[in-house]
Protein backbone atom coordinates (compact mmCIF):
# COMPACT_ATOMS: atom_id res chain seq x y z
CA UNK A 1 0.00 0.00 0.00
CA UNK A 2 1.14 3.04 -0.43
CA UNK A 3 1.91 5.58 2.32
CA UNK A 4 3.91 8.20 3.57
CA UNK A 5 6.36 8.06 6.76
CA UNK A 6 6.98 11.05 8.90
CA UNK A 7 9.39 10.79 11.19
CA UNK A 8 9.05 12.12 15.08
CA UNK A 9 5.03 13.39 16.35
CA UNK A 10 7.14 15.77 17.74
CA UNK A 11 10.29 17.56 17.17
CA UNK A 12 11.33 20.38 19.37
CA UNK A 13 14.07 23.02 18.57
CA UNK A 14 15.38 26.56 20.34
CA UNK A 15 14.75 29.29 18.94
CA UNK A 16 17.24 30.31 15.79
CA UNK A 17 18.41 26.76 15.27
CA UNK A 18 17.86 24.22 12.29
CA UNK A 19 14.16 22.57 11.62
CA UNK A 20 14.63 19.31 10.05
CA UNK A 21 11.28 17.46 9.61
CA UNK A 22 11.21 14.31 8.03
CA UNK A 23 9.32 12.75 5.04
CA UNK A 24 9.64 9.66 3.29
CA UNK A 25 6.97 8.23 0.88
CA UNK A 26 6.44 4.96 -1.26
CA UNK A 27 5.71 4.82 -4.60
CA UNK A 28 6.64 3.49 -7.70
CA UNK A 29 6.30 6.43 -9.86
CA UNK A 30 7.30 9.66 -9.26
CA UNK A 31 4.34 11.44 -7.17
CA UNK A 32 3.54 15.40 -6.69
CA UNK A 33 4.67 16.04 -2.88
CA UNK A 34 3.66 18.72 -0.74
CA UNK A 35 4.13 20.44 2.66
CA UNK A 36 1.12 21.45 4.71
CA UNK A 37 1.09 23.32 7.82
CA UNK A 38 -1.88 23.82 10.17
CA UNK A 39 -2.08 26.07 13.52
CA UNK A 40 -4.41 25.30 16.06
CA UNK A 41 -8.88 25.08 14.78
CA UNK A 42 -7.45 25.96 11.68
CA UNK A 43 -7.49 24.15 7.99
CA UNK A 44 -3.91 23.51 6.29
CA UNK A 45 -1.82 26.10 4.44
CA UNK A 46 0.16 25.02 1.64
CA UNK A 47 3.71 25.53 2.44
CA UNK A 48 5.56 24.29 -0.64
CA UNK A 49 4.97 21.33 -3.37
CA UNK A 50 7.18 19.25 -5.92
CA UNK A 51 5.64 17.92 -9.06
CA UNK A 52 8.37 18.56 -11.82
CA UNK A 53 11.69 20.35 -12.78
CA UNK A 54 14.25 21.25 -9.86
CA UNK A 55 14.59 19.08 -7.16
CA UNK A 56 15.22 22.02 -4.63
CA UNK A 57 12.08 23.83 -3.75
CA UNK A 58 11.49 27.07 -1.79
CA UNK A 59 7.83 27.92 0.16
CA UNK A 60 6.94 30.28 2.12
CA UNK A 61 8.62 31.57 5.51
CA UNK A 62 11.70 30.71 4.91
CA UNK A 63 11.09 27.06 4.08
CA UNK A 64 12.57 24.47 1.84
CA UNK A 65 12.87 20.91 0.90
CA UNK A 66 14.34 18.58 -1.46
CA UNK A 67 13.04 15.75 -3.21
CA UNK A 68 15.48 12.92 -3.49
CA UNK A 69 13.83 10.18 -5.67
CA UNK A 70 16.93 7.58 -4.67
CA UNK A 71 15.74 8.03 -1.11
CA UNK A 72 12.22 8.71 -1.69
CA UNK A 73 12.29 11.37 1.07
CA UNK A 74 11.14 14.98 0.77
CA UNK A 75 12.79 16.24 3.85
CA UNK A 76 11.55 19.94 5.31
CA UNK A 77 14.20 22.21 6.36
CA UNK A 78 14.54 25.79 7.48
CA UNK A 79 17.91 27.47 8.74
CA UNK A 80 16.84 29.14 11.78
CA UNK A 81 13.22 29.03 13.12
CA UNK A 82 11.12 31.40 14.44
CA UNK A 83 8.73 31.10 17.54
CA UNK A 84 5.55 31.78 14.91
CA UNK A 85 6.75 28.27 13.34
CA UNK A 86 5.40 26.45 16.16
CA UNK A 87 2.45 24.05 14.27
CA UNK A 88 1.68 21.12 13.12
CA UNK A 89 3.20 20.01 9.78
CA UNK A 90 2.11 17.36 6.99
CA UNK A 91 3.91 15.63 4.36
CA UNK A 92 1.31 14.63 1.48
CA UNK A 93 1.77 13.05 -1.71
CA UNK A 94 -0.47 12.71 -4.84
CA UNK A 95 -0.67 9.28 -6.54
CA UNK A 96 -1.37 8.74 -9.75
CA UNK A 97 -5.10 7.87 -9.27
CA UNK A 98 -5.54 11.71 -7.81
CA UNK A 99 -5.87 10.30 -3.86
CA UNK A 100 -3.99 12.10 -2.22
CA UNK A 101 -2.25 10.44 1.26
CA UNK A 102 -1.05 12.27 4.65
CA UNK A 103 1.50 11.56 6.85
CA UNK A 104 0.57 11.27 10.45
CA UNK A 105 2.09 14.96 10.71
CA UNK A 106 4.88 16.70 13.36
CA UNK A 107 3.86 19.24 15.74
CA UNK A 108 7.19 21.34 15.97
CA UNK A 109 8.11 23.06 19.08
CA UNK A 110 9.90 26.24 19.44
CA UNK A 111 12.25 26.62 22.53
CA UNK A 112 13.20 30.04 23.55
CA UNK B 1 -12.46 35.98 -2.59
CA UNK B 2 -12.18 32.33 -3.60
CA UNK B 3 -11.86 28.92 -1.10
CA UNK B 4 -13.64 26.77 0.76
CA UNK B 5 -16.49 27.10 3.30
CA UNK B 6 -16.74 24.71 5.53
CA UNK B 7 -20.17 25.08 7.96
CA UNK B 8 -20.68 24.70 11.15
CA UNK B 9 -17.28 25.44 12.74
CA UNK B 10 -18.64 23.31 15.90
CA UNK B 11 -21.31 21.02 16.09
CA UNK B 12 -22.18 19.07 19.02
CA UNK B 13 -25.10 15.69 18.46
CA UNK B 14 -26.27 13.42 20.29
CA UNK B 15 -25.55 9.85 20.04
CA UNK B 16 -27.40 8.21 17.12
CA UNK B 17 -28.11 11.41 15.31
CA UNK B 18 -26.96 11.48 11.79
CA UNK B 19 -25.45 14.97 11.06
CA UNK B 20 -24.46 17.03 7.45
CA UNK B 21 -21.78 18.64 7.52
CA UNK B 22 -21.47 21.48 4.65
CA UNK B 23 -18.66 22.14 2.35
CA UNK B 24 -19.15 25.04 -0.49
CA UNK B 25 -16.26 26.06 -2.87
CA UNK B 26 -16.07 28.69 -5.62
CA UNK B 27 -12.95 27.86 -7.44
CA UNK B 28 -14.10 25.81 -10.25
CA UNK B 29 -12.51 22.75 -8.82
CA UNK B 30 -13.47 19.56 -9.80
CA UNK B 31 -11.96 17.28 -7.56
CA UNK B 32 -13.49 17.88 -3.47
CA UNK B 33 -12.09 16.05 -0.39
CA UNK B 34 -13.35 14.92 2.97
CA UNK B 35 -10.56 14.11 5.43
CA UNK B 36 -11.22 13.40 9.32
CA UNK B 37 -8.05 14.38 12.01
CA UNK B 38 -7.84 12.59 15.09
CA UNK B 39 -5.23 13.69 17.20
CA UNK B 40 -1.73 11.45 16.14
CA UNK B 41 -3.60 10.23 12.97
CA UNK B 42 -2.76 12.78 10.78
CA UNK B 43 -5.49 12.99 8.12
CA UNK B 44 -7.62 10.04 6.99
CA UNK B 45 -9.29 10.33 3.66
CA UNK B 46 -13.06 9.42 4.17
CA UNK B 47 -15.02 10.45 0.64
CA UNK B 48 -13.47 11.81 -2.46
CA UNK B 49 -14.77 12.86 -5.55
CA UNK B 50 -13.56 13.68 -8.90
CA UNK B 51 -16.39 15.25 -11.00
CA UNK B 52 -20.15 16.06 -10.59
CA UNK B 53 -22.52 12.73 -9.53
CA UNK B 54 -19.53 10.81 -8.96
CA UNK B 55 -17.41 9.57 -5.69
CA UNK B 56 -14.88 7.20 -4.21
CA UNK B 57 -14.53 5.57 -0.66
CA UNK B 58 -11.55 7.11 0.61
CA UNK B 59 -9.59 4.64 3.60
CA UNK B 60 -12.42 5.50 6.54
CA UNK B 61 -15.69 5.55 4.58
CA UNK B 62 -17.65 3.49 6.41
CA UNK B 63 -20.46 5.43 8.45
CA UNK B 64 -20.20 8.35 6.45
CA UNK B 65 -22.02 9.13 3.31
CA UNK B 66 -21.62 12.27 0.40
CA UNK B 67 -23.16 13.60 -2.35
CA UNK B 68 -22.09 15.77 -5.10
CA UNK B 69 -25.15 16.73 -7.18
CA UNK B 70 -23.05 20.58 -7.51
CA UNK B 71 -19.90 21.11 -8.45
CA UNK B 72 -19.54 23.98 -6.07
CA UNK B 73 -21.09 21.06 -2.81
CA UNK B 74 -20.14 18.24 -1.14
CA UNK B 75 -21.53 17.95 2.37
CA UNK B 76 -21.07 14.91 4.18
CA UNK B 77 -23.28 13.14 6.29
CA UNK B 78 -21.92 11.60 9.90
CA UNK B 79 -24.76 8.75 10.61
CA UNK B 80 -25.63 7.01 13.28
CA UNK B 81 -23.77 3.61 12.10
CA UNK B 82 -20.35 5.42 12.65
CA UNK B 83 -18.98 4.46 15.65
CA UNK B 84 -16.47 7.02 16.99
CA UNK B 85 -17.70 10.52 15.33
CA UNK B 86 -16.32 13.15 17.40
CA UNK B 87 -13.58 14.39 15.54
CA UNK B 88 -12.20 17.61 13.45
CA UNK B 89 -13.61 17.39 9.49
CA UNK B 90 -11.53 19.10 7.04
CA UNK B 91 -12.78 19.56 3.60
CA UNK B 92 -10.52 20.46 0.20
CA UNK B 93 -10.47 20.92 -3.48
CA UNK B 94 -7.43 20.36 -5.79
CA UNK B 95 -6.13 22.47 -8.39
CA UNK B 96 -6.16 20.50 -11.44
CA UNK B 97 -2.62 21.68 -12.77
CA UNK B 98 -1.01 21.72 -9.56
CA UNK B 99 -2.21 18.92 -7.28
CA UNK B 100 -2.59 21.39 -4.71
CA UNK B 101 -5.22 21.09 -2.11
CA UNK B 102 -6.91 23.88 -0.85
CA UNK B 103 -8.68 23.46 2.70
CA UNK B 104 -11.64 24.84 4.34
CA UNK B 105 -11.58 25.91 8.06
CA UNK B 106 -12.74 22.39 9.24
CA UNK B 107 -15.86 21.64 11.40
CA UNK B 108 -15.17 20.42 15.18
CA UNK B 109 -17.88 17.55 15.95
CA UNK B 110 -18.59 16.36 19.07
CA UNK B 111 -21.06 13.62 20.04
CA UNK B 112 -22.16 13.43 23.70
Known amino acids: AQSVTQLGSHVSVSEGALVLLRCNYS??????LFWYVQYPNQGLQLLLK??????LVKGINGFEAEFKKSETSFHLTKPSAHMSDAAEYFC??????????FGKGTRLHILP | DGGITQSPKYLFRKEGQNVTLSCEQN?????MYWYRQDPGQGLRLIYY???????QKGDIAEGYSVSREKKESFPLTVTSAQKNPTAFYLC???????????FGEGSRLTVL
Open chain 1, 92 to 101: AVTMRDDKII
Open chain 2, 27 to 31: LNHDA
Open chain 1, 50 to 55: YTTGAT
Open chain 2, 92 to 102: ASTNPNTGELF
Open chain 1, 27 to 32: SSVPPY
Open chain 2, 49 to 55: SQIVNDF
